[in-house]
């Protein structure tokens, strides 16, 4: 999340879950400043699908009123690592939409610090992760709202699927509220595909390969809803998760 | 059609059913009535092949086939629709995407050809209209935000465009009020009464069985069928009780 010369240990929060190695390769990494000027809209999106390791560490400031919207896509071969620190002032919004597909040993994880600077901002964010194999998924996201931050809405819905019994995902959103007449949520689940609906849709007649992608692709699907080019966006995250099953 | 015999079946160990038999003919519809606990919704899912439900003992033939050597999405190819007490929420997956996948993974299992996407529109508005469903709710996610009634007719509708020859379906009375029960009734008879269909009803009331006449009605006591008879049965047990009946 520091753009330091020296690469962080697993002793550092931020870092607990990353996969060093392949951060070792790229190291250091400098952050990247997003400025958002008051009443004005921005949207990026990111998408790692290659073969070599990514990481990315953005600092993105939101003026009054401003909007910004992030859809990543973390589907790499090799480890992707997205780190996002954003500073919302009074009445911006700031959208968070991902997915994570990690496989083979790959390590997918966002890592954010949303920081409510002033009154009536909006956060939200939608993580949706799949791993499958030895692959790691991991989620650390910081919800903080300074003193006079009244008014915020911030929202953190984090969930991730296990497709083997060998694959990991890590999730930890955390809260830390210094004002009054604040909103604050976060839901997190790690789970396997619901066993209820697979006999369901196996009683339809679909084979377990079937029913598991549908399921899978809606769940995805999900977070990806909004983007900018979102059909591309969602094509290329359902390519990426067929890769994965 | 189907012939259950001395069927044991077992859920977490538990012994559930305990030497049922029972033979279903085609163009016949057969109703199973019975107390609470008796074993009626282990008997549907034990057929359907909904994991945790262990077969222990007995046979059961279906359509000419070992029931049991097919996997569920095979069962259903076959011919074999459960209709659930409870349909199952699928967020995300609308019932259109999801009854097309359905019907042309069975098409394919029986070597058909699949069918186009305006061939299956087609389809699923005959079926919709048939149990007065609008074809906007058929748009969205698998029985989300639907109502104990709406699942209920959904399940005849997606009944109607997968065309089995065997419907079992449990207490799919529960839950709707008395014109849904009719539109469902209808729906039942209007896909199902054929000559090359059979239908297994099971249910705690009488009220289905005006609509949907049985050839049979069975009472199903400790994992047994315990009597046998006409659609007279029925009557004697809404009357009596089952209690009185079964004894």
Known sequence: MVDVATLPTRHAEDFRYADLTALASLWPVKAETIVVPAGERRALTLIHTGEAPLVRDLAVALGEGAHFA???????????????????????HFHLGAVQLAGGDATAEIVTHVT???????SRQVVRSVAGGRGTANYLG??????????????????????????????????????DDVKCAHGCAVGELDAGGLFYMAQRGLPPELAKRL??????????????????LQDQARAALEALL | ML???????????????KGLSLTIGAGEVHAIMGPNGAGKSTLGYTLGGRPGYEVTGGSVM????????????????????????????IPGVSFVQFLREAANAQRKARGEEPLSGGEFLKLAREKAALLRMDMDMLKRPVNVGFSGGEKKRAEMVQMG???????????????????????????????????????LLITHYQRLLDYVQPDFVHVLAGGRIVRTGGPELALELEEHGYEAVAA
């Open chain 1, 70 to 92: 992030l859809h990543v896509l973390n589907a790499g071969a090799a480890s992707g690592r997205i780190a996002v620190r954003a500073t919302l002032q009074a009445g911006a």
């Open chain 1, 116 to 122: 409510h600077a002033a009154p009536d901002a909006i």
């Open chain 1, 142 to 179: 910081k919800v903080l709202v300074q003193p006079g931050a009244d008014g915020t809405d911030g929202e953190q819905s984090v969930r991730a699927m296990l497709l083997d019994r060998t694959a990991t995902a890590n999730a930890r959103p955390e809260l830390e509220i210094y004002a």
């Open chain 1, 215 to 232: 399921m899978l692709q809606a769940f995805i699907a999900e977070a990806l809803a909004g983007a900018e080019d979102e059909a591309a």
């Open chain 2, 3 to 17: 012939q259950i015999e001395n069927l044991q079946a077992s859920v977490a160990d538990k012994p559930i059913l």
């Open chain 2, 62 to 89: 279906f359509a000419g086939q070992d029931l049991f050597a097919l996997e569920p999405w095979e069962r259903a190819a076959a011919g074999l629709f459960l209709g659930f007490q409870y349909p199952v929420e």
């Open chain 2, 161 to 199: 465009i997968l065309d089995p020859k065997l419907a079992i379906l449990d207490e799919t009375d529960s839950g709707l009020d008395i014109d849904a029960l009719r539109i469902v009734g209808d729906g039942i008879n209007a896909t199902m009464r054929r000559p090359d269909k059979a239908v």
